[in-house]
């Protein structure tokens, strides 16, 4: 995994605003991204940003036979490493604002359940509404959608932001416990799409 680790920090300095990181996440936070997940009803699934493939890994251990997944990852360096670290995975070379088309492609109509490692409190708060506004119209009423923080980024006014995007435009958000062994510590967000998510 190291030379996967040194891909990717040579991928956040070809492009700070899109990684957002210096290393990928650890094995905890990969556990507590999949962990509130019904993975026996989860028919559709779908990954954003999944860099050198943490949380896909984790996934497909979780995922049941005949459910539909894939990822989106914009970098093709990292969507490499995600497809020969996890084969068995579909992952689009692609930006996740073309969600729609994706899914029309793989034929899902409406996904039960979005896990995102985008790194939220670098984006514009344009870019974070587009995005989540593109998400949810893909995600199921009652879909679930997961995604993490660092904790010291919440003193940033663009992670404040979306957290309180997040609680305008989900039905339920919660947050997990902090992930201490994560470098840096990080917790997850546990969102509810509302019944009409418009
Ligand atoms: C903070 S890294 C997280 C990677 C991995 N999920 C992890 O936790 O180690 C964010 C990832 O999102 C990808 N990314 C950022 N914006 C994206 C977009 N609009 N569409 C697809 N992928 C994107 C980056 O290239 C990067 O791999």
Redesign the pocket.
């Known amino acids: 995994m190291r030379s996967a680790n040194r891909h990717?920090l040579r991928?956040?300095l070809r492009?700070k605003s899109?990684?957002?990181?210096l290393?990928?996440?650890g094995d905890k936070?990969?556990d507590a991204?999949v962990e509130w997940i019904d993975w026996n009803s989860a028919g559709s699934v779908v990954?954003?940003?999944?860099?050198?493939?943490?949380?896909?890994e984790k996934i497909l251990t979780k995922l049941q036979p005949g459910s539909k997944f894939f990822a989106?990852?914009?970098?093709p360096h990292?969507a490499d490493i995600t497809r020969m670290r996890c084969p068995g995975a579909t992952v689009y070379t692609?930006?996740?604002?073309n969600i729609s088309a994706l899914c029309e492609k793989e034929g899902i109509e409406k996904v039960d359940a979005v896990i995102?490692?985008?790194?939220w409190a670098v984006?514009t708060p344009e870019?974070q509404k587009q995005?989540i506004g593109e998400m949810k119209s893909v995600l199921k009423p009652g879909g679930k959608f997961v995604t993490?923080a660092y904790l010291q980024g919440m003193l940033l006014p663009a992670a404040q932001r979306f957290r309180h995007l997040l609680n305008n435009e989900f039905e339920e958000v919660h947050q997990s416990r902090v992930i201490w062994s994560n470098v840096p510590p990080a917790f997850v967000y546990r969102c509810i799409q509302k019944d009409s998510p418009v």
Request: aromatic share 14%; proline share 7%.
């Open positions: 990717f991928a956040f492009n899109q990684v957002g990181a290393t990928p996440s936070l990969a991204m990954e954003f940003g999944p860099g050198t493939g943490v949380f896909t989106v990852e914009q970098d990292l692609d930006c996740v604002s995102s490692g985008l790194p984006f870019l995005l993490f």
